[in-house]
């Protein structure tokens, strides 16, 4: 970019906060909105965090994957603070990823000498063994402070409730606090995105996918890499803090999160 630019962020989750972050190290007048009084609060902050190149993706769409992990190894180096833990990931149930460069098929034996806390032990697994995972809050909010060490303009408890619109072209945001003029408007704003470009015109299929995260204190680190199957999703968020991460399909009956738990 070479021109300088009124760019207007909505939303601080993990994408908000990556892109003002990044568009902070251009020199770009950048603005970031959120409604709530911190970065992170929705979607991000339930987050298993998993940097999962090895998933079910479309082939056109694997490149991007692959390139995330790059993508965090710099990230390490121009955020010190940042801890990524690069311990991989056991997948056991389901071995389609096997033909992935950083996927092995480990034996019994070998899952054992890499978990020693499991009860039971499958015959075999993949062990994706570049993969990671962060901490969504920890990230998300060192990328906003360093944004706004470089510039950002930070607005917490700020409503977007109309994006202005002349002929053809977004020119600003109406929000609680204000009108902000904008040459660039950046929606990321999850599952509310639908509801902010409904009055423009433009129908975005955007839906929720529900999910449960779960908080367990443990007396000590008892996962050490991430572990995925048909019955659960499970990692150490920290050294006395274990998570886990279960799907749902709606709010009723068999298929809520009561029947789960």
């Not at 680190?221 to 399909?249: G, V």
Request: charged content about 25%; aromatic content about 6%; overall charge negative.
């Amino acid at each position: 970019m070479t021109k300088k630019q009124k760019i207007t962020i909505v939303g601080a989750g993990i994408v908000g906060a990556s892109i003002a972050y990044n568009l902070s190290k251009e020199n770009q007048n950048v603005t970031l909105v959120e409604c709530h009084s911190k970065a992170g609060y929705g979607v991000t902050e339930k987050s298993f965090a998993w940097i999962n190149p090895s998933g079910r993706v479309p082939n056109n769409f694997q490149h991007l994957y692959d390139e995330s992990l790059a993508e965090y190894h710099v990230l390490e180096k121009e955020i010190p603070e940042l801890k990524v833990d690069w311990n991989g990931a056991l997948t056991w149930g389901n071995l389609t990823s096997i033909n992935k460069s950083h996927v092995k098929k480990i034996t019994r034996q070998q899952i054992s000498e890499l978990e020693p806390h499991l009860k039971e032990y499958p015959e075999e697994a993949l062990y994706a063994y570049k993969e990671g995972a962060v901490d969504p809050n920890v990230l998300t909010n060192l990328l906003v402070k360093i944004a706004e060490e470089n510039g950002v303009n930070i607005l917490f408890d700020t409503k977007v409730t109309q994006i202005k619109k002349e002929g053809t072209k977004v020119v600003g945001i109406h929000t609680s606090k204000g009108y902000i003029e904008s040459d660039v408007i950046v929606l990321a704003t999850g599952t509310a995105l639908p509801e902010l470009c409904k009055p423009l015109g433009l129908d975005i299929p955007i839906e929720s996918s529900p999910s449960i995260i779960i908080r367990m204190k443990s007396p000590k680190k008892l996962i050490h890499t991430l572990i995925s199957n048909s019955r659960f999703e499970a990692r150490q968020l920290s050294d006395y803090t274990l998570i886990a991460a279960e799907d749902y399909l709606d709010e009723y009956g068999e298929n809520g999160p009561e029947a789960i738990g």
